[in-house]
């Protein structure tokens, strides 16, 4: 009898709140490895239709269940349930015209009730204060259109089980592109939306030139009036620097990695920025726990290049189990079999193998690996093929040789399913050593990092002292209690200098057909002008897309460094009973 999976109780909570099976009164009926199973047995079923691949199923679990690899939220939510929505992310297309706007809206609140994301590009839409032919009225523009799918969002909620996501895409060359980059300057303002500009070369090249570029209206093609493209980019960073939105979407280095030119450009992205997709496209995702792929003597490339593999298989399996909500999805996702398989627990590995986040030891590790998977993702894809078949649009496609899927790898963020495996996300430094999540339902799950914990017990640095010192830091940097070579490997966010924090991003992006999300995690003090330059820098490393946070700059924040805790120096978890308490209610 195999044993249950270990999780942490932070990992337990979540699994029990959004993803475990209730009853009509919210009763849990299942445990995680029953989850797994469900998932497994659901995923594999797809290959009898095929009538190959026998056994995989127990493959399938045994990966989850060992937490090597899992899949997206949506798939892990509602495999083999009477929702079967096993996609996260979805682009919806928006035509100017009332009819358009409104059925984007819909679409858009019935993708998000079955736990996807949405994202829209509202570059076709006629700027504030265009003529409305048919009524003789005057257009309110895209920004205004933008409340009412935000308002949409906030009434769904996503069941309670997904916090409603959107991403809002406008073109640097639309007439209304200044009140679109300050539209979250409110921080009360488009709470369900990720903004992100589309920037063309010739926009940062002339930017960087300081000259002019030109408005156009979509609705007619004319031109408008010319801009200081130094100035918008100014005005972008700047709106950045105060709250984190916008983000850039470099649109061009997107669509020269689009493998299906013929079918039409890319426009938007799903809410997090990985996955570019055509209208009505949809992908899921799924990935490889780094950490789990480590051994006494280093990386197991043989582990990996299994779990890439069966990652690979699994994914192209959830295409054809997945019930898609909207036909159109279910036409382009069938044709182009879009996958994005990523890997989260980055950060642990650095740790493990003795080095800095940003050195160029780290970046010389992380083009070994990306490019490792991006060759065993597709021989996988390839093998499918040559039992399968390719994907039906690959005929005008840019991909030569058979092949399953358009696209193999995508870097998700891994919010969720980093906390359950008990890794660092995506592929993300550590935010800070002690910190607290903030989830959607306004609780807050608060731990210290458990590979932290384990090597402050095997050193024999971990006291009750120095756990009270990190409350209420990012960094442990100046923690002299602390081992030099350790402080040395456990960088936090904010000891990372931004630019190697791009360099990260842009090593793995060149391997990653899809796109990369990460953050680029600033200090409070930071001007905007470094904003600025970071747009410019990740433009001409090649990156698809980027997002800054400056520290404190919103509300909410997901993520802060915990404060006035005390945790137990048995499992990392904080205790919040009495002072002198010095273990949880979990380790007695």
């Known amino acids: 009898m195999p044993r249950p999976t270990a999780f942490s109780p932070n990992a337990l909570q979540v699994l029990e709140r959004r993803y475990l099976r209730k009853d009509e009164n919210g009763r849990v009926q299942e445990t995680p490895d029953q989850m797994f199973r469900r998932v497994a047995a659901n995923v594999a079923s797809v290959n009898e239709r095929y009538g190959d691949r026998r056994g995989e199923e127990e493959e399938f679990f045994e990966a989850m269940s060992s937490l090597e690899f899992l899949p997206n939220s949506p798939t892990l939510m509602n495999a083999g349930t009477n929702i079967q929505q096993l996609s996260a992310c979805f682009v919806i297309p928006v035509e100017d015209s009332i009819e358009s706007i409104y059925d984007a809206i819909k679409y858009g609140a019935i993708v998000q009730q079955t736990g996807g994301g949405t994202g829209f590009s509202f570059s076709r839409l006629r700027p504030e204060g265009d003529v409305v032919r048919s009524t003789g009225g ?208 980055f950060a642990d590995l650095l740790v493990r193998m003795g080095l800095r986040y940003g050195s160029s030891g780290s970046i010389d590790l992380a083009e070994r690996i990306i490019s490792f998977i991006r060759r065993a993702a597709e021989a996988a894809s390839l093998s499918i093929a040559e039992s399968r078949g390719s994907f039906p649009n690959i005929e005008g496609s840019t991909i030569e040789g058979p092949r399953r899927n358009a696209t193999l790898l995508s870097i998700a963020p891994t919010g969720t399913i980093s906390l359950i495996a008990g890794c660092s996300s995506g592929i993300e430094p550590y935010y800070a050593v002690s910190y607290s999540r903030r989830m959607m339902e306004g609780q807050h799950f608060e731990e210290v990092l458990p590979l932290f914990m384990a090597v402050g017990r095997e050193r024999g640095f971990l006291t009750p002292e120095l756990l009270r010192d990190m409350s209420g830091t990012q960094s442990i940097q100046h923690l002299e209690s602390v081992p030099r070579d350790v402080r040395e490997v456990f960088v936090t966010a904010h000891d990372v200098p931004p630019e190697e924090q791009v360099d990260m991003q842009a090593t793995f992006q060149r391997h990653v057909d899809n796109a990369v999300s990460k953050t680029i995690n600033l200090p409070p003090q930071v001007a905007w002008t470094d904003v600025r330059d970071i747009f410019v820098l990740a433009h001409r490393r090649g990156c698809k897309g980027i997002t800054v946070y400056r520290e404190g700059s919103k509300p909410g924040q997901v993520l802060t460094a915990a404060r006035n805790a005390r945790c137990c120096p048995a499992c990392g978890r904080f205790i919040h009973g009495e002072e002198g308490a010095m273990q949880c209610d979990t380790c007695g």
């Open 138 to 345: 005057i257009a309110s523009g895209p920004v205004s259109f933008m409340r009412v799918f935000d308002a949409a969002t906030n009434a769904i909620k996503q069941g309670g089980r997904r916090r409603g996501a959107n991403m809002g895409v406008l073109k640097v060359d639309h007439p209304d592109i200044e009140r679109f980059i300050s539209a979250k300057d409110d921080p009360a303002s488009l709470p369900n939306f990720n903004l992100s500009v589309a920037v063309t070369d010739e926009f940062m090249e002339r930017a960087v030139r300081d000259e002019d570029y030109d408005l156009v209206n979509p609705r007619s093609g004319a031109k408008v009036r010319s801009i200081s493209a130094s100035y918008i980019l100014e005005r972008l960073a700047t709106s950045a620097w105060r709250g984190g939105d916008p983000g850039v979407l470099y649109i061009d280095a997107v669509n020269r990695g689009n493998p299906t030119p013929a079918l039409g450009p890319i426009e938007a992205t799903n809410p997090c920025g990985e996955v570019p997709l055509l209208p009505f496209e949809a992908c899921n995702l799924g990935s490889v726990n780094l950490g789990r792929m480590i051994e006494d003597d280093g990386l197991n490339w043989d582990k990996l290049a299994r779990t890439v593999d069966l990652g690979v298989r699994f994914l192209d399996n959830v295409i054809d189990a997945n019930r898609y909500p909207l036909p159109q999805t279910a036409e382009v996702v069938t044709g182009n079999r879009k996958i994005g398989l990523g890997i989260m627990g």
